[in-house]
């Protein structure tokens, strides 16, 4: 039962402890560097992008509907992994690694956000419609995911290395994502 509940609900799960986690940016504002609460703030910046995508299963019936004629290509369980495990996870890593290893390795959680939501505005642009997630892809990712990217980058010892280190970790999770569906499309196309 409580997996059953998760499955359906984990965005809005993920809306309270992203109210939660805005409501500690006071504590942190002055004790961390600017860099640092921008990559932070980017996992509950996410968290309320993930409500719009997802609400009412939103997003999943969208990609099933439009991308893929109805068929159920993009699976409850996947959305979860990708989204749980895939954003939050990664999120809650990058922030770790900006604060005790290096700041240039908070870029995985900015250009996690940066490459998701220019796919939200590319897709609609292809569509010539809304998808879910696109408003909070325009209104919340471009800002603060360009703030921080700007903010990171002026960062002394941020180089080359950290951007294409974050840039290439939130390709692959995309791309891991993308072949995920397609070898789902390939099975149920099979039979």
Do not use: C
Request: without cysteine.
């Amino acid at each position: 039962m409580t997996k059953h509940w998760f499955l359906h609900n984990w965005m809005y799960a993920g809306i309270v402890a992203g109210v939660f986690l805005f409501a500690i940016v006071p504590l942190v504002v002055g004790t961390w560097s600017l860099p640092l609460v921008l990559v932070y703030l980017l996992l509950p910046v996410y968290m309320v992008h993930q409500l719009e995508e997802h609400h009412d299963d939103r997003f999943r019936s969208w990609v099933n509907g439009v991308m893929f004629g109805g068929r159920d290509v993009l699976t409850t369980p996947a959305v979860v992994v990708i989204n749980v495990v895939g954003v939050w996870g990664v999120d809650l890593a990058a922030v770790y690694l900006a604060a005790f290893v290096d700041i240039g390795l908070g870029l995985i959680a900015v250009y996690l956000a940066l490459v998701n939501g220019i796919t939200h505005i590319v897709a609609a642009v292809v569509k010539r419609a809304y998808n879910p997630g696109l408003a909070t892809s325009a209104v919340l990712f471009l800002p603060v995911g360009l703030w921080a990217l700007v903010a990171i980058s002026a960062t002394p010892g941020v180089g080359p290395a950290d951007q294409a280190i974050g840039l290439g970790a939130a390709l692959l999770i995309h791309a891991a994502i993308i072949v995920h569906v397609k070898r789902r499309a390939a099975a149920l196309a099979a039979g």
